[in-house]
């Protein structure tokens, strides 16, 4: 399974930026996918998910900014981030609950990653 984050950049303030996040591999269902943040020093924080069912939820910090969407039976997502804050600066990762064929295996993995994508909000 592989996932491809991309879509970061540097952004003023007010600004927007959309994430994409695409799953390829040998996919047999993915229940959720995620999008996290993460600063130097500090963990990584959930910031936004969506279901199979296509039930979005948001962590208070981006509620009403940010926006999760998913197509293709999630296996690909994006993030609208609107408004954007100088303390939304981060490594945005997508992370995938997913279930998927290795060899001749059935795996079933929350620990499914995206590279990173940097998102700078900075004037």
């Known amino acids: 399974v592989q996932l491809q984050a991309s879509g970061g950049g540097s952004v003023q303030p007010g600004g927007s930026l959309r994430l994409s996040c695409v799953v390829s591999g040998r996919i047999i269902s993915i229940s959720a996918m995620n999008w996290y943040r993460q600063t130097p020093g500090k963990q990584r924080e959930l910031v936004a998910s969506?279901?199979?069912?296509?039930?979005?939820d948001y962590s208070d910090s981006v509620k009403g900014r940010f926006t999760i969407s998913a197509d293709n039976a999630l296996k690909t997502v994006y993030l609208q981030m609107n408004n954007l804050k100088p303390e939304d600066t981060a490594v945005y990762y997508c992370n995938a609950d997913c279930t998927y064929y290795s060899g001749s295996d059935i795996v079933a993995s929350k620990d499914e990653w995206g590279q990173g994508t940097q998102v700078t909000v900075s004037s």
């Open positions: 969506i279901t199979r069912g296509y039930i979005a």
